[in-house]
């Protein structure tokens, strides 16, 4: 089993392995792969579903890849219970600063307390379109 190293340099992703002629035939069906024969590694274009496609190609094989590439679960998909109609925005400002948003609109995004959020809601009439119900929902 060959380790597969999968990473970002500063718009590709990177991908590195040890020399096999059967994982370089695999990694040429992945449409936009290219080769840097200088640094020895291949690169894709850093886009939707690439990591994934990377992941499936090398199926069998121990494919590590860089944290910084891992999908993140939204918090709807982590909490799928919570009504975050009335949370207090602290899971927010985690992800702002997990994604690396600068503090000071980090500070701007969550300042608006949530009783502040549901008024706007109620008073936009945006809450009557989110309910559970989707035939509830405006058009």
Known sequence: MTEVQVSKDVS???VTFPYNPLLI???KMVKGHRWHPTEKYWSFPNMEGMVEKIIQIF???K??????L??????REKHPEKNFLGHDFEDLRKELTFRKYNSKTTEIYTHVSSKDFI???YASGVKKSIGSDPSDRRR
């Open 59 to 61: 199926a069998g094989e």
């Open 63 to 68: 494919v590590h890849v860089n944290p910084s």
């Open 25 to 27: 035939e695999k990694i």
């Open 119 to 121: 008024r706007i809601l």
């Open 12 to 14: 590709r992703i990177v």
């Open 70 to 75: 891992q999908k993140q679960p939204s918090l």
